[in-house]
C-alpha cells in the first residue's frame, strides 16, 4: 500500500537524519491521517486511491505556493517549495502521455457510442473513471472535448 512506503520511506529519512524529506512526509502522513478519519466517519476505508487523491492535493498546494512566492519576489521560499514538490511527485504514477491519452480517450469514445457534445458527460464520466490517477480532470476534459469537436 502507498501509505506503508511513505511510513517506510520517512523512517528511513528519520534514521538517515534528513529532515526535510521527514519534515515533508511527516506533512503528508499527517494529511492522509486527517483523510482516513473523514473517510471511517462515512464508514469508508483508506484505499491507494485516497492516498493519491491526498498526495496530488498536497502537490497543488506546493504548485500554488510556488507561484504566489515567485510573484512575491521570494526565491528562497519557492525553492523551498519546488524541493517539497519533487518530493511529493515521486509517489505519483507517470502520466500518459499527449498520445496515449488520445488514445485511450477515443477508445472510451468508441465503447460508449458519442458522437457529438451532446455526450460529453457520459464520455466524461467513463474517462474520469478509468484514467483517474493518470492524468488531470482539466486535461481529459481538454482532450475529449478536442475529440468530440473533431469528429
Known amino acids: 500500500m502507498l501509505y506503508e512506503r ?12 534528513d529532515s526535510f524529506r521527514a519534515e515533508v512526509l511527516s506533512t503528508l502522513r499527517s494529511a492522509i491521517k486527517y483523510r482516513e478519519i473523514e473517510l471511517r466517519e462515512k464508514g469508508k ?9 491526498v498526495i496530488k492535493k498536497e502537490i497543488k498546494k506546493r504548485k500554488e505556493a ?12 519557492a525553492e523551498k517549495e519546488e524541493k517539497e514538490l519533487a518530493i511529493l511527485q515521486e509517489y505519483v504514477p507517470q502520466g500518459l502521455s499527449e ?8 477508445s472510451i469514445i468508441e465503447r460508449v457510442g458519442a458522437r457529438t457534445m451532446k455526450d460529453m458527460g457520459k464520455v466524461m464520466k467513463e ?6 490517477g493518470f ?3 482539466e486535461e481529459i476534459r481538454r482532450v475529449v472535448e478536442e475529440l468530440l469537436k473533431g469528429e
Do not use: P
Not at 517506510?8 to 537524519?17: F, G, Q, R
Not at 474517462?127 to 483517474?132: H, Q
Open 6 to 17: 511513505i511510513t517506510k520511506d520517512y523512517m528511513s529519512a528519520m534514521k538517515n537524519k
Open 45 to 53: 476505508e483508506l484505499d491507494d486511491q485516497e492516498v493519491l487523491d
Open 66 to 77: 510556488i507561484e504566489m512566492y515567485k510573484q512575491g519576489r521570494r526565491e528562497d521560499l
Open 99 to 106: 498520445e496515449e491519452l488520445k488514445e485511450r480517450i477515443k
Open 127 to 132: 474517462a474520469m473513471a478509468e484514467l483517474r
Open 135 to 137: 492524468a488531470e480532470g
